[in-house]
């Protein structure tokens, strides 16, 4: 098995992966600028923690497999077209935007609310703890998919949390008496 590498051919990936580049990480800042603005809107006080999501850390994951993958093969092809040096770039340019976009994204817990922002929603949702009125917590493998209700039991917002930062909602839900906290295991 021989690998082969075409330095010129690479170059031109490169570049192709920088126009890409230019597009995603575009986006990604200005969903950025968009939520946080959103967000200060809300005033939900000091943020005291923060959880990643987990599907942005999925998403990253398979980026990298993917990445391994397409690097492999543009390495084993003798003569290989400039797309087959394009895929793995496109996928390491991936791999650093779900990175920003896991940290930009994450859920809030603030001292006057928690703040849940999507990864492929726009806005942020802002939930006050006086709003609350339920939050259920049900096992989704390793982490907890948790439910945010107010009094009417409209769903206000979900979100998937490890079960150290539900114990933290948990605790900061106290806040509002009238708040049901249910946690299934």
């Excluded at 920003?100 to 817990?109: D, E, F, L, P, S």
Aim: proline residues 2%; glycine residues 6%.
């Amino acid at each position: 098995m021989t690998l082969y590498f075409d330095g010129r051919l690479f170059l031109h990936a490169i570049y192709v992966g920088m126009v890409y580049s230019c597009l995603a990480f575009g986006a990604t800042f200005y969903r950025k600028i968009a939520d946080d603005l959103e967000v200060r809107k809300l005033n939900m006080g000091e943020e005291i923690y923060s959880a990643y999501n987990p599907l942005a850390l999925l998403g990253i994951s398979a980026f990298a497999i993917l990445f391994f993958i397409f690097t492999f093969v543009a390495l084993l092809r003798d003569r290989p077209a400039l797309i087959i040096y394009v895929l793995p770039i496109a996928c390491a340019i991936n791999i650093i935007q779900f990175l920003i976009r896991a940290k930009h994204q994450r859920v809030m817990i603030k001292s006057r609310g928690v703040v849940i922002r999507y990864l492929f929603k726009e806005g942020g949702i802002g939930i006050g703890y006086a709003n609350l009125r339920k939050i259920e917590a049900r096992k989704f493998g390793f982490w907890y998919r948790v439910t945010f209700s107010n009094t009417s039991g409209i769903i206000l917002a979900e979100c998937h949390l490890r079960k150290t930062f539900l114990n933290h909602i948990k605790v900061m839900s106290r806040v509002n008496p009238e708040c049901e906290v249910s946690i299934e295991l």
